[in-house]
């Protein structure tokens, strides 16, 4: 149990591309391991997050303490319900809807987020360089992929 | 004027950094030029495009739409007050702090505005695959670049 070598295998694996990695953040956000959320992040200065709401947080230290204050509220139960994909050979952009349940005093509270998320292909495998994620609306927020879904 | 071989030489030299096809981007959106705005866009199918607040737009005819019905409400000023880049040979992560302007039946009003914009360089130069808005506040919206900066 927590033989280096398997947790080196497993963070290795999870770059292999940028659904892997992408898996591993939603995961480790819902096991509140900030150590594993931080782990999917690009080793670059400009590395950025913003959550509902909030400022940006730019570079990995100031990423950090915004993880760690999420994850103080308490667990966060994240379905991602609907992902879409732009990706090249080195460049992945996903659009993620996620659904995010938490257990609060007034019973478990739902709402909806939308967020970008970016990955590169780097020499450690395919990491984390921005989650920009919108405030959250009580009820499903559909994309709108063509004109007439606005109208009909 | 209007002749083609200038609009079509200024349209290819726009494309040469992401640099250029974001102040194409902005510029055009102040002078209400749809044709212009829609001019740096890839041709992806998974382009998308938020505006605060809003739903997600995919694809060239839902982002043609919300841009239009945002610059049918009149023009907007719009100044990059501050811009953050994470670029590789082939992908550019833009983070910019909107400062919006619009004359309105109560007078000049402002707001800030975070935004991510993400190029990739196509064969036809870079172009945007992603405008990704959070909804503004009234005063400035510095970005958290080290924790000590949240604590002082």
Same mark, same amino acid.
């Given at each position: 149990? &927590?033989? @280096?070598?398997?947790? /080196?295998?497993?963070?290795?694996?999870?770059? #292999?591309?940028?659904?892997?990695?992408?898996?591993?953040?939603? *995961?480790?956000?819902?096991? %509140?391991?900030?150590?594993?959320?931080?782990? #999917?992040? !690009?080793?670059?200065?400009?590395?950025? =997050?913003?959550?509902?709401? %909030? @400022?940006?947080?730019?570079?990995?230290? !100031?990423?950090?303490?915004?993880?760690?204050?999420?994850?103080?509220?308490?667990?966060?139960?994240?379905? $991602? *319900?609907?992902?879409?994909?732009?990706?090249?050979?080195? =460049?992945?952009?996903?659009?993620? $809807?996620? /659904?995010?349940?938490?257990?609060?005093? *007034?019973?478990?509270?739902?709402?909806? #987020?939308? !967020?970008? &998320?970016?990955?590169?292909?780097? !020499?450690?495998?395919?990491?984390?360089?921005?989650?920009?994620?919108? @405030?959250?609306?009580?009820?499903?927020?559909?994309?709108?992929? *063509?004109? %007439?879904?606005? $109208?009909?």
């Amino acid at each position: 149990m &927590n033989d @280096p070598r398997s947790i /080196k295998a497993t963070q290795a694996a999870l770059m #292999v591309s940028a659904d892997d990695t992408e898996a591993t953040f939603y *995961e480790a956000l819902q096991q %509140g391991d900030l150590d594993r959320v931080m782990s #999917v992040w !690009a080793e670059e200065d400009e590395i950025a =997050c913003v959550h509902p709401g %909030g @400022p940006r947080a730019v570079g990995v230290v !100031a990423i950090r303490a915004s993880l760690e204050a999420v994850l103080s509220q308490g667990s966060l139960h994240v379905t $991602l *319900e609907q992902v879409r994909r732009l990706e090249t050979a080195t =460049c992945a952009v996903h659009h993620v $809807l996620e /659904k995010i349940q938490a257990m609060t005093p *007034e019973g478990l509270q739902q709402a909806y #987020v939308m !967020a970008t &998320n970016v990955y590169l292909r780097t !020499a450690q495998g395919w990491r984390m360089v921005l989650h920009h994620a919108s @405030p959250g609306q009580p009820h499903d927020m559909p994309d709108v992929v *063509e004109l %007439g879904a606005t $109208l009909h």
